[in-house]
């Protein structure tokens, strides 16, 4: 069984930074954040494979960092310049596989954290 737990949201200022975690128990070989904002589906917006590899929504891409530390089994996601646009419940999610990835295909989910970014 995994559980996920999120922290790190918060309110800030455009331009500004904010690093989420999730805390991880069980076998989580695929880990990815998603997001979520009023009115729009859930996408993803970057995972992490056991190998180490990534990939980011070209809407993020350059401005956050997803990040694993394996001894604290602890997903990260360092966002910078942020944009009133990011504003979004961010979710942490688990998986065996990391394809396809869309939120169907991740069997296990945190309960949330909320980033709001004001202009």
């Known amino acids: 069984q995994v559980q996920l737990q999120e922290s790190g949201g918060g309110s800030v200022q455009a331009g500004g930074s904010l690093k989420l975690s999730c805390a991880a128990s069980g076998d989580t070989r695929c880990m990815a954040w998603f997001r979520q904002a009023p009115g729009k589906e859930r996408e993803v917006v970057a995972d992490?494979?056991?190998?180490?590899?990534?990939t980011y929504t070209d809407s993020v891409k350059g401005r956050f960092t997803i990040s694993q530390d394996n001894a604290k089994n602890t997903l990260y996601l360092q966002m910078n310049s942020l944009k009133p646009e990011d504003t979004a419940m961010y979710y942490c999610?688990?998986?065996?596989?990391?394809?396809?990835?869309?939120?169907?295909?991740?069997?296990?989910w945190g309960q949330g954290t909320q980033v709001t970014v004001s202009s």
């Open positions: 999610a688990a998986d065996s596989f990391c394809l396809p990835l869309v939120p169907s295909g991740f069997g296990y």
């Open positions: 992490m494979r056991m190998d180490g590899s990534s």
